[in-house]
């Protein structure tokens, strides 16, 4: 490998995974061509996301994955005690919040059923959190909110994030209340997290007993993510060793573990916190593509069958091309208790193209709705089939 393939691969590298939304935008691109024409390889003097990645995998073929979230790490004390350090912000009053972060988001009251979303995550939750406006707009719920404090990984976790609001532990005397200052000065609906590994019930509550007490009608939802390769023993030779099963399989443990955190708050907060259940959907997903039902898809894995168009494109994880969508629409119908199904016509995302067709559009909304519900912690049910959630049906 020469330095220029391996600058590459670091710049694409950090682009591709540590960035926020997991796609580079057409001026990343643009830079990246006239660095690394080689990298263009149809010749047509564009570069796309996929020809990106692709050369990224050629040139790193046989060498270890670079970067990737930590599973091991120190954790600050301070989460034991029964109380957090006095200047924490949490303990100011909203006033007082608001002069430390002066940006603060006060979103008007919806008169179409929109929802006040706050939310924190990392590169698992941002092709969803990009995504969902549209198809929330699409939906007819064009008066949606969606106020974000996001970081790449471990940055991105609801841990990290509370400390870096309140200012406390490794961020002691520095706080960024973005989200804190909104919550306590203006009214919100829900709030989203992004899960992380060794995630603790505590690392939530403490979002929950704040949003509470400026908001009491808020409820929560926590994506259980989805499968993940670090799940088997090794890296599989080929995609004949991802079959459904040993997918659904893998689904199941990693659900598990954020159905747990779910089950002890929900005891303590009876009908508040909810699952995006992204692990069900990409499950699903995986048994379509074995049966032959996701058009224009050409593998599961990128980092073990060498597909561009797969369900994941890394060993870290990340969703392959087009699949932001599905998580997107997993995101509305949980949210908003209805079907995608039942959006009319196709939705404005910014980043249409030929792919994904509108077949594996369709294709994607009705595998949302039933991961939905058929997940009894979503709380959404559909026994009558009309694409609303049971308790949310008009008179």
């Not at 060498?63 to 303990?91: L, Q």
């Not at 979103?107 to 549209?134: C, N, Q, W, Y």
């Not at 019930?201 to 993510?225: G, H």
């Not at 159905?259 to 929900?266: E, M, S």
Request: charged share 25%.
């Amino acid at each position: 490998m020469n330095r220029f393939s391996i600058l590459f691969c670091f710049v694409i590298t950090v682009a591709l995974n540590g960035s926020l939304w997991a796609e580079p935008s057409q001026r990343q691109l643009d830079a990246w061509l006239k660095r690394f024409p080689e990298a263009d390889t149809n010749g047509d003097g564009r570069l796309t996301a996929e020809e990106a990645a692709t050369y990224r995998q050629k040139v790193t073929k046989g060498r270890p994955e670079a970067g990737g979230a930590p599973r091991t790490f120190s954790v600050d004390a301070g989460w034991d005690a029964d109380r957090f350090p006095d200047d924490a912000v949490c303990y100011l009053q909203p006033e007082e919040i608001a002069k430390l972060y002066r940006r603060v988001t006060r979103p008007e009251t919806p008169k179409d059923g929109s929802l006040r979303i706050v939310a924190t995550g990392h590169s698992f939750m941002a092709p969803g959190f990009r995504t969902l406006p549209a198809i929330a707009k699409a939906g007819g719920f064009e008066q949606q909110t969606l106020l974000t404090h996001v970081g790449g990984g471990i940055t991105g976790s609801a841990r990290f994030k509370w400390e870096q609001e309140n200012g406390i532990f490794q961020f002691k005397g520095r706080p960024t209340p973005k989200l804190l200052a909104s919550i306590s000065n203006a009214k919100w609906d829900t709030m989203l997290w992004g899960p992380y590994f060794n995630d603790r019930p505590e690392y939530y509550r403490c979002w929950i007993d704040f949003c509470l007490k400026y908001n009491p009608e808020m409820k929560f939802y926590l994506s259980d993510a989805w499968p993940q390769l670090y799940q088997l023993k090794s890296v599989p030779s080929s995609e004949e060793e991802l079959s459904a099963e040993v997918i659904a399989r893998m689904g199941t443990e990693k659900h598990a573990i954020y159905a747990k955190i779910i089950g002890t708050l929900n005891r303590e907060y009876p009908g508040k916190v909810f699952v995006l259940p992204t692990s069900d959907a990409m499950v699903i997903a995986a048994e379509y593509y074995h049966r032959g039902e996701l058009p224009g898809v050409e593998g599961l894995h990128t980092s073990v069958g060498g597909q561009e168009r797969s369900l994941w494109r890394d060993r870290l994880g990340h969703l392959g091309p087009g699949f932001g969508r599905l998580e997107g629409y997993v995101f509305y119908a949980t949210l908003y208790g209805r079907s995608p199904e039942l959006i009319e016509g196709s939705v404005a995302f910014k980043d249409r193209s030929e792919y994904p067709s509108d077949e594996l559009d369709r294709a994607f909304r009705k595998i949302a709705w039933q991961a939905v519900i058929n997940n009894p912690l979503t709380g959404v049910t559909d026994r009558d089939s009309d694409g609303v959630d049971d308790n949310r049906e008009e008179p």
